[in-house]
């Protein structure tokens, strides 16, 4: 399986790139806010992606998190969700986006994507709420999938066994989603008072995100 591309941008198409890589051209469909991301024709670019495979079709998707590539195997597990409407999701809203309207049951929100009616976005909602804190627990992957300044050479690198066990850097909802689990917060109520900690100061830090979702999660009255 095809885990990574990285190489040449020989062609920009409306919803996919053709990145060159060591002479074999490689046809990548991605979101529009991935797309908007990509260099130019002849910039270097490398993407995660996720082969599908059918009877009479091979298509490649790209992403440019590990994340992002997760929230797109999920949301193609739900019924009605195909390749296009997740690509559709992941541009509407983004990796966080998404994140935020399923674990806090925010369907309305998925409706935005192109596509993507309201049957369809509660669906999503209730089949991957579950899925969510463990999603937001990967934080913001790093490296991302660019490739290293001066490299001329470029490679196609196979997919970890699990995406879980990448080399990671938490971002600040991950390292928040844990300190909450650690003080006995339970994972789906951490998750939900994160995001909707994140939703409401997008530019938060960790300690920040902490003491906001820890407001949300005290008892009223």
């Given at each position: 399986?095809?885990?990574?591309?990285?190489?040449?941008?020989?062609?920009?198409?409306?919803?996919?790139?053709?990145?060159?890589?060591?002479?074999?051209?490689?046809?990548?469909?991605?979101?529009?806010?991935?797309?908007?991301?990509?260099?130019?024709?002849?910039?270097?670019?490398?993407?995660?992606?996720?082969?599908l495979v059918r009877e009479d079709l091979l298509q490649l998707f790209g992403f440019p998190t590990l994340v992002e590539k997760e929230w797109h195997r999920l949301l193609m597990s739900v019924q009605g969700i195909g390749a296009k409407a997740s690509l559709a999701i992941l541009g509407a809203l983004g990796p966080d986006g998404v994140s935020r309207a399923i674990t806090l049951g925010d369907w309305n929100a998925i409706t935005v994507a192109r596509g993507v009616g309201a049957k369809t976005a509660q669906r999503v909602v209730n089949e991957l709420k579950d899925k969510a804190p463990t999603v937001m627990a990967m934080g913001e992957l790093a490296p991302t999938a660019a490739p290293e300044a001066g490299v001329e050479d470029a490679v196609i690198e196979t997919a970890p066994a699990r995406v879980a066990q990448a080399p990671a850097s938490p971002g600040a909802q991950a390292e928040a989603l844990s300190a909450l689990t650690n003080l006995g917060y339970g994972p789906g109520e951490a998750a939900g008072a994160v995001a909707q900690a994140a939703g409401e100061t997008p530019q938060a830090d960790t300690s920040a995100l902490i003491r906001a979702a820890l407001r949300l999660l005290a008892p009223k009255g």
């Open positions: 399986m095809i885990g990574r591309v990285a190489g040449r941008v020989d062609w920009r198409g409306a919803d996919h790139v053709l990145i060159d890589v060591r002479g074999v051209g490689y046809i990548v469909y991605c979101s529009e806010r991935t797309l908007g991301a990509l260099p130019g024709v002849g910039g270097m670019a490398a993407l995660y992606t996720d082969l």
